[in-house]
């Protein structure tokens, strides 16, 4: 089967897999001082963040249009494709994929929608899954019980900076949002099939990072990895090192590492860190 496959900018996938595997993605959009942008054009994402904490409204975000999908879907079905398969981020944190789902109404059987349930590398790595089942000659539904897999070894956790982005968005439940009301605490959660849970609270970034890497270590060894991070390489490569010298015989050989895209950075603010992670 000739597949087509169809994701959106919040996947965080490097440019190098997207052209590689010709996966097609669609950019959702930024909205600064009243100015549309489509995700990925207009501003850096290191310029962004330098802006963000002074900018005096808050940015919003945007679903592509589902005209916008429908194009998609249509050039693959016209290029050959006998099926398309679109995976999107979490529906409890974007409307993209609800809006990819009315798109797909205009083509029956011939398109079919998934919720990853995830954000950034976590949605990212259920589209690879599925690139590379296809690449092996795979049905469809051998195809989606890859993406199961991935979906149920996956975990994704961040140690934000500061709360305040991700509570004034209001994508999280109270329990969460009731941490950003803490003097000096920076959060340490976990995204699980589209929820935001708070896993911890620390006091500096320093063990924000320590968090991760314990939990890094705690998972065994990992079939992919991404450390994610918002304006903050520099604590992303120590968390790198500092795991390649305790566990670097359970890490992938390749380890992505990603300066998250400003449509998810919105919402969790500046020099934050994280990982999406694939377990064995």
Known sequence: MKLGIVTDSTSDLPRSIVEAHEIA????????????HVDGKGISREAFYTRLPEMKDAPTTAAPSVGEFKQRFQKLLAAGCEHVLSIHAAHQLTSIVDTARLAA???GERVTVLDSGSLSLGLGFQVLAAVEAAVDGLGLPAILEAIRSV??????????DTMEYLRRSGRVPATVAALGGLLHVRPVVELH???VKPVGAVRTTRQ????????LQALGPLERLAVLHTNAETRARGLVDDLMETVSRSVPREILMVNVTTVIGTHVGPNGLGFAAVRS
Request: hydrophobic share 60%; glycine share 8%.
């Open 25 to 36: 993605v669609v950019p959702a959009v930024l909205v600064v001082d009243g100015v549309s």
């Open 105 to 107: 109404r205009s083509f």
């Open 193 to 195: 099939e589209g929820v």
């Open 208 to 215: 924000g990072s320590a968090r991760l890497l314990l939990a």
């Open 151 to 160: 979906r149920e070894r996956l975990q994704v956790m961040a140690a934000l």
